[in-house]
């Protein structure tokens, strides 16, 4: 559907202002003989190496492992490698602050507005450029400079040898619960991944294939089956776009509805305008990055350039006004959701005020093309994605891990939260992977 194409590293560099980390010299782990080219074929290279106990830390080595990598962007341009198994990142994320929240709490929260009493709610600023006469719609942003804290010191040790004998007792019992249990322990914030039965059946078959219960320790094996599953029954349903070793990290796209695509932030109207230039003039973007719960966690600005376009498809030569946008709700259903919609107008005020030249073109390429009904993405399990809280981590002083389980309200509150712009950070500007060409065909010069 998409064909993939090599980014303008020196470009998005220059861009974004930051260095790619070159993990090139990293070892993809063997393949298993005899495989099938099947979806589990290139996870089945993690589970070897988790069978044998060859957690690379401990072996010396570092491996390729899925995005954004195992060596990732620390603190005041340091970096640090974490590992390439889950059972890697999990010791990696364990001592870190952020983790130390009252799980049973948080789980009975039903309300956005009292997510956790760590983290504000601020009401969102007016917006700079909006279209006469349509409504404003009510938001919130959370701040996350307040839910920061550090636990006590946390004994990973002994941490790690409970977590193994409650792996053993509770396999002894139930292998269902211990396959609970070994997500959880992963992350905690998360709900279990939907087609439950899909997603136990396969995961128990690992277990027996690799005869998990007879492992001195469970976690290594236990932890990359659960996550593999899950990642694979969150994924099934999508055309896989590629599936490769792409500069020392393991990169998987696959083609996804535009609509189940759901916001965390507000976008900067100038910084959608310069992602639309670039669909106009190279046709090809990388792919956004999504969670569990389908919220957009890095990749804001190519989804509004995605939403923008299709409205603007679908306004055809009307006037762009309350009397036309709001009409196209029943349309677009992402303009339903007020963060969506609110970043549509917002971007679309921006070109008609400031941009008009901009808009004339936008509208001449957009009749000349098809909308957009799925988009190119990849998928971070929470676990995998190591994300930090923005505002200590560019200052040096602290990685703090903000709680996933705020993705998941965002999304019951439909729209109505949005993620400031020092919320979480996923650490991935600094670990391209390949671009996909969304237009093939008829794009222009310059913008």
Not at 64 to 79: M, Q
Not at 192 to 202: G, K, N, V
Request: glycine share 6%.
């Amino acid at each position: 559907m998409f064909a993939l194409v090599e980014p303008d590293i020196g470009h998005y560099e220059d861009a974004k202002g930051v260095v790619q980390i070159d993990q090139r010299n990293n070892i993809l782990p063997d393949l298993p003989e005899g495989l099938h080219n099947s979806r589990l074929a290139p996870h089945l290279r993690f589970i070897e190496l988790a069978s044998t106990h060859g957690h690379s830390i401990h072996r010396g080595l570092h491996y390729v492992t899925f995005f954004p990598g195992s060596v990732l962007p620390g603190p005041s341009d340091t970096e640090q490698y974490i590992g390439a198994l889950a059972y890697d990142r999990w010791k990696h994320v364990l001592p870190m602050a952020g983790r130390g929240f009252d799980l049973d709490t948080l789980l009975k929260v039903d309300e956005p507005s009292k997510i956790s009493p760590e983290v504000r709610l601020d009401d969102m600023p007016l917006p700079s450029y909006w279209i006469a006469d349509i409504p404003v719609p009510s938001m919130q942003l959370i701040s996350f400079r307040g839910m920061l804290h550090i636990p006590g010191v946390v004994d990973v040790a002994a941490f790690e040898r409970e977590a193994i004998d409650l792996v053993h007792s509770t396999f002894e019992r139930d292998p269902k619960i211990a396959l609970g249990l070994l997500h959880n322990l992963q992350s905690p914030h998360t709900s279990p991944p939907p087609f439950f039965e899909r997603y136990t059946d396969l995961a128990l078959s690992l277990f027996e294939q690799y005869a998990l219960s007879s492992q001195e320790n469970p976690l290594p094996l236990g932890m990359q089956i659960e996550q593999t599953v899950h990642y694979l029954v969150r994924t099934e349903n999508h055309e896989r776009l590629c599936s490769l070793n792409y500069r020392g990290v393991y990169v998987e796209a696959f083609s996804y509805p535009l609509e189940q695509i759901h916001a965390s932030e507000l976008a900067d109207p100038k910084r959608a305008t310069q992602e639309l230039g670039t669909l106009m003039c190279r046709g090809a973007f990388a792919p956004i990055l999504i969670d569990e719960y389908g919220m957009n966690t890095d990749g804001t600005h190519r989804q509004v350039a995605f939403m923008v376009y299709n409205t603007l498809h679908a306004l055809k030569d009307k006037d762009i006004s309350a009397e036309t946008l709001i009409p196209l709700q029943s349309e677009l259903p992402f303009l339903k959701r007020k963060l969506e919609f609110r970043s549509v107008v917002e971007t679309l005020g921006y070109l008609q005020q400031e941009a008009p030249e901009i808009l004339s073109s936008l509208r001449n390429f957009v009749n000349e093309h098809d909308p957009f009904i799925e988009v190119p993405v990849m998928v971070g399990l929470e676990p995998q994605a190591c994300a930090v809280v923005k505002a200590k981590y560019h200052e040096g002083t602290t990685i703090g891990l903000p709680t996933p389980f705020l993705y998941r309200q965002m999304r019951l509150a439909r729209g109505g939260l949005a993620i400031g712009s020092r919320g979480p950070y996923h650490r991935s500007d600094r670990s391209i992977v390949p671009w996909f060409q969304v237009i093939p065909e008829k794009r222009v010069e310059s913008f």
